[in-house]
C-alpha cells in the first residue's frame, strides 16, 4: 500500500513535495508513524519498507494495477514525476472464510491515510470468471461461443510455462518473527522459481489488449458505474470448457490505482484512464485447445480467439518454455509492491522475472524499426539441481518473405541468468533488431548443456514497421 501522509506527519519531515494535488508520502518514516486497523481491530505492524522507485515500466510509459484475478495495464501519456516515497506495509491478517471481505484503515499522525487498497477479500474465483456475476456474464459467455468479432478491437496471445513461482512477502523468520520492522534490507523478500511436476498443469500466461472509443471515464463516476469486463474461455478440441478467467474494472474500484493516477478526493471534476490491456494465467494439461478472450464497457463487445498447444514435458530431459516475443520491461524492485496490493491472495498471473527484470508479454507482435525485441523464455536443465553443467542457447532470425537468414547466433552461456540449486533458468533479453529491415521475421531458439543434452526449437513471430 502507499500511503499519502496527512500534513501533522510531513511536517515532521521537511521538503516534500506534492504529486497531483495529492500530498506524498514523507520520507524517512517507521513503523512508529503507523497504525493499521483491519476490521476496525488494530494490528501488529510487523513489516515495513520504503521504496523511491517509480510506478512505471523501465521505458517510463506503462503501469500496472494488481488485482486478485489478473494485472490491468494503462500505457500513460502524460508525465509524471517520480514518486518522493512509497512505504510497503506489513501484518498477519485475520483468517478468513470464503466470500468474506475485511476493511483496511492505516492512521498516520491522528489522520487517516490513503491508500491504494481500502479492503481485501477471500473470493470464490471460480463463482464468476468475469467479476460481475449478472446479465453482462452471461452475454460475454454467449458471445464467446458466437465466434463474433465484436465492435471493440481486442487482441490476445497465450505462452505456456513449465514453472510454478512464489514471490514471499516475509522472508526469513529469524527477521520478522520477533516483532522487528526492517527497513531496506534486500533479502527481506524470496521470490522463487521451481519446474512443474510433469503430471501437473502447465502455466499459460495470457495478455490482452484492447481498443476503445473512450479513454477516460468522467469523474466523479456516473451513477450507472462503467466498468470494463474482460472474460476469457479455453474450449478442448472436443468443445468442452477447459478453464474460464476474467475479471471487471469498474470506475468506482479505488484501492488499484497509484495515489496520484486518480483525482484527489473532494475533487468536483476529473477523469479516470481506462485500463487497455489485462494480463493473467490459467492452468492446462497437455492437448489442443481454442481460447476465446471477450472484452465488454457494458454495451459493447469485442472477441480474439487462437488455438493453443500443450505440449508434455519430460523431468528428466532438457526443455525450453515457449518464447515471449516483445513485451515490456519493468524494474523487478516493483513486485513487492504489487503482491501487499493483492496480499494474502497470490499475484496473477506469477511475475516472469529475469535477474532484476520483470517481463510482462503483450499481445501485439510489431515493433518500431528504431527499437529493439523484449524476449522471455525459460530452459529447465534437471542436471541443475546438483551438478552444475554449462547451459547454452542458439539464436536464429529469418526473414519470412525470402526465407533469408538473418541471425544465427551462438552458443551462448547463460551462466548469468542460473538461480543457484534450480533446474529452471528464467532468461529475459532485449535482442537488437537495428539492421533488420521493415517486414515479417521468424525467431528460433535452441537450448543445450554441456552434458551433451539438447532441446528442441522453439519459435515465435514478429514484425518490423
Known amino acids: 500500500?502507499?500511503?499519502?501522509?496527512?500534513?501533522?506527519?510531513?511536517?515532521?519531515?521537511?521538503?516534500?513535495?506534492?504529486?497531483?494535488?495529492?500530498?506524498?508520502?514523507?520520507?524517512?518514516?517507521?513503523?512508529?508513524?503507523?497504525?493499521?486497523?483491519?476490521?476496525?481491530?488494530?494490528?501488529?505492524?510487523?513489516?515495513?519498507?520504503?521504496?523511491?522507485?517509480?510506478?512505471?515500466?523501465?521505458?517510463?510509459?506503462?503501469?500496472?494495477?494488481?488485482?486478485?484475478?489478473?494485472?490491468?495495464?494503462?500505457?500513460?501519456?502524460?508525465?509524471?514525476?517520480?514518486?518522493?516515497?512509497?512505504?510497503?506495509?506489513?501484518?498477519?491478517?485475520?483468517?478468513?472464510?470464503?466470500?468474506?471481505?475485511?476493511?483496511?484503515?492505516?492512521?498516520?499522525?491522528?489522520?487517516?491515510?490513503?491508500?491504494?487498497?481500502?479492503?481485501?477479500?477471500?473470493?470464490?474465483?471460480?463463482?464468476?470468471?468475469?467479476?460481475?456475476?449478472?446479465?453482462?456474464?452471461?452475454?460475454?459467455?454467449?458471445?464467446?461461443?458466437?465466434?463474433?468479432?465484436?465492435?471493440?478491437?481486442?487482441?490476445?496471445?497465450?505462452?505456456?510455462?513449465?514453472?510454478?513461482?512464489?514471490?514471499?512477502?516475509?522472508?526469513?523468520?529469524?527477521?520478522?518473527?520477533?516483532?522487528?520492522?526492517?527497513?531496506?534490507?534486500?533479502?527481506?523478500?524470496?521470490?522463487?522459481?521451481?519446474?512443474?511436476?510433469?503430471?501437473?498443469?502447465?502455466?499459460?500466461?495470457?495478455?490482452?489488449?484492447?481498443?476503445?472509443?473512450?479513454?477516460?471515464?468522467?469523474?466523479?463516476?456516473?451513477?450507472?458505474?462503467?466498468a470494463i469486463s474482460v472474460l476469457g474461455v479455453v474450449y478442448q478440441a472436443s468443445g468442452e470448457v477447459a478453464a474460464r478467467f476474467g475479471d471487471r474494472y469498474s470506475c468506482v474500484q479505488r484501492g488499484y490505482y497509484p495515489t496520484g493516477f486518480e483525482p484527489p478526493p473532494g475533487a468536483k471534476t476529473g477523469t479516470i484512464q481506462i485500463p487497455s490491456r489485462f494480463n493473467t494465467a490459467v492452468e492446462l494439461r497437455p492437448g489442443d485447445y481454442v481460447v476465446h478472450v471477450v472484452v465488454s464497457d457494458g454495451h459493447n463487445f469485442g472477441q480474439a480467439q487462437m488455438p493453443l498447444r500443450v505440449e508434455a514435458i519430460a523431468s528428466q530431459a532438457l526443455a525450453m518454455s515457449d518464447i515471449a516475443a516483445n513485451g515490456i520491461l519493468r524494474d523487478a524492485s516493483s513486485l513487492l509492491r504489487d503482491a501487499a496490493m493483492v496480499s494474502p491472495l497470490p499475484l496473477v498471473p506469477a511475475p516472469l522475472v529475469s535477474k532484476q527484470t520483470q517481463f510482462i508479454p503483450v499481445p501485439e507482435e510489431r515493433i518500431w524499426k528504431s527499437s529493439s525485441l523484449p524476449l522471455y523464455f525459460e530452459i529447465y536443465d534437471p542436471l541443475l539441481a546438483d551438478r552444475n553443467p554449462e547451459v547454452y542457447f542458439r539464436m536464429k532470425i529469418t526473414n519470412l518473405k525470402d526465407g533469408a537468414e538473418e541471425v544465427n547466433a551462438g552458443p551462448k552461456s547463460v551462466a548469468d541468468f542460473v538461480i543457484p540449486g534450480n533446474v529452471v533458468v528464467p532468461i529475459a533479453l532485449n535482442v537488437d533488431t537495428g539492421k533488420l529491415g521493415s517486414g515479417a521475421y521468424r525467431i528460433e531458439i535452441q537450448a543445450s548443456d554441456s552434458m551433451g543434452q539438447a532441446a528442441g526449437w522453439r519459435s515465435a513471430k514478429f514484425e518490423i514497421q
Open 1 to 226: 500500500m502507499r500511503p499519502s501522509v496527512p500534513e501533522e506527519v510531513l511536517k515532521r519531515h521537511p521538503g516534500q513535495k506534492d504529486v497531483f494535488a495529492v500530498r506524498p508520502a514523507a520520507q524517512g518514516l517507521s513503523s512508529n508513524d503507523f497504525r493499521i486497523f483491519d476490521n476496525g481491530a488494530e494490528q501488529r505492524i510487523n513489516y515495513l519498507e520504503e521504496f523511491d522507485s517509480s510506478w512505471r515500466d523501465i521505458n517510463g510509459q506503462w503501469v500496472f494495477y494488481p488485482h486478485v484475478r489478473g494485472a490491468w495495464g494503462n500505457f500513460l501519456s502524460f508525465a509524471l514525476e517520480k514518486a518522493s516515497a512509497i512505504y510497503v506495509i506489513g501484518y498477519v491478517p485475520p483468517l478468513l472464510q470464503s466470500g468474506d471481505c475485511h476493511t483496511i484503515r492505516v492512521v498516520a499522525g491522528g489522520n487517516e491515510v490513503v491508500l491504494n487498497r481500502s479492503g481485501y477479500c477471500n473470493t470464490d474465483e471460480d463463482s464468476t470468471a468475469s467479476g460481475d456475476g449478472g446479465k453482462l456474464a452471461v452475454q460475454m459467455e454467449d458471445f464467446a461461443r458466437s465466434g463474433k468479432r465484436g465492435s471493440i478491437n481486442v487482441m490476445s496471445r497465450a505462452f505456456v510455462f513449465w514453472s510454478s513461482r512464489v514471490l514471499s512477502l516475509r522472508g526469513d523468520k529469524s527477521r520478522h518473527d520477533v516483532g522487528s520492522v526492517s527497513g531496506s534490507a534486500p533479502n527481506s523478500s524470496s521470490y522463487v522459481v521451481a519446474v512443474h511436476d510433469p503430471k501437473a498443469p502447465a502455466t499459460v500466461q495470457i495478455a490482452t489488449e484492447y481498443r476503445l472509443e473512450r479513454r477516460f471515464w468522467d469523474y466523479p463516476c456516473p451513477k450507472n458505474h462503467p
